[in-house]
């Protein structure tokens, strides 16, 4: 008999800017914790932008979908997929570029790859076992931006309401909410869902279990 090829699970998390995205893949995460698991967020593959000015960095449109480095983000995701470590790069909200550091990651048998406009590339939506939308209305998502963004992105309240008006806001409605055409799930308000978290952390584990993959990775830790 054929031995089917196992690969890890990818589930893809997307939504607007604060509507819960982290939040929810961070629930998931915290739910199947003890099995191998790893977050990849979509931020991370914003290009490189360490040639420019700072007054060139800060006029990109970061809601746009040429603002992300796909092909990388492809690669390093094809290799987690067959089981190969990466180099991860980081961003620097602050800088408003790729830090110089990067970040080793081990591959892992669930990828929770998170980010607003990660079901607009059709090579990752081709890569994702399970498709997730994160629905949470436009005031509620601004009212989060703005405490995120000055608390966390060296942001002020200026910055944030000018930025959402010219890019955020027209840019979901063309690029991130058409993509919720794609989702298998829609998850309305986020990290408070619990309903929703359950279901897929049980159907996360529910698939793990049929591939065998939960209890090696139980046992490995356990020896260690
Ligand atoms: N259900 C919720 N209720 C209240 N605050 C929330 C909820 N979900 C997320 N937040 C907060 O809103 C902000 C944005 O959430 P986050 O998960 O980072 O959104 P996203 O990743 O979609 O931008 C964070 O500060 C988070 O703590
Ligand atoms: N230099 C940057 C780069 C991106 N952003 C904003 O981040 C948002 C996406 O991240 P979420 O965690 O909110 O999903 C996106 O809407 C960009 O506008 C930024 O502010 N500065």
Redesign the pocket.
Known sequence: MTEVAKRPIVIGVTGG??SG??TVSRAIYNQLAGHSLLILQE?SY?NDQSEMTMAERQAVN??HPLAFDYDLMVEQLQQLIHYQAIDKPVYD?KA?TRSSETVHQEPRDVIILE??LILDDPRLRDLMDIKVYVDTDDDIRIIR?IQR?ISE?GRTLDNVIE?YLA??KPMYHQFVEPTKRYADVIVPEGGENTVAIDLLSTKIRDILAKDGKDSQFKQANQQK
Do not use: E, F, L
């Open positions: 800017s604060g995205k982290t931020d914003y970061y809601d909200y408003y980010g607003i931006r963004d992105r930025h890019t955020v």
